[in-house]
């Protein structure tokens, strides 16, 4: 079992910038792949980044690159998520996961999840 905790979410204008951070315990946090998902209002989850376990390789879809960032620290068990130059559209609730796989974007390939951060970014 792996337990995650998000946190960071808030409100914040368009043009700024938020750090999410999401915390691991339970299950050998260097032994999964982490990811981010976003849900907004009447939409899907989408794949917004990923990472490797050791933090070497990293994935984005293509609306957040140049623009968000993904880390880890394995001696905090965290993974972050560097948000700079928000837009209103990536208003949603923010998800981590855990896979134990890298290089996927869909979201049954993560096998834990964290409950959420919302981000609300107004024009």
């Known amino acids: 079992q792996m337990q995650l905790v998000e946190s960071g979410g808030g409100l914040v204008q368009a043009g700024g910038s938020l750090r999410l951070s999401c915390v691991a315990s339970?299950?050998?946090?260097?032994?999964?792949?982490m990811g981010w998902f976003r849900q907004g209002p009447g939409k899907e989850r989408e794949f917004v980044a990923s990472?490797?376990?050791?933090?070497?390789?990293?994935d984005y879809t293509d609306s957040v690159k140049g623009r968000f960032t993904i880390s880890r620290d394995n001696a905090k068990n965290t993974v972050y998520l560097q948000m700079n130059s928000l837009k209103p559209e990536d208003t949603a609730a923010y998800y981590c996961?855990?896979?134990?796989?890298?290089?996927?974007?869909?979201?049954?390939?993560?096998?834990?999840w964290g409950q959420g951060t919302q981000v609300t970014v107004s024009s």
């Open positions: 996961g855990a896979s134990q796989t890298f290089g996927y974007r869909s979201s049954p390939w993560y096998g834990y």
């Open positions: 339970g299950r050998t946090f260097t032994s999964s792949a």
């Open positions: 990472i490797s376990r050791t933090g070497s390789t990293t």
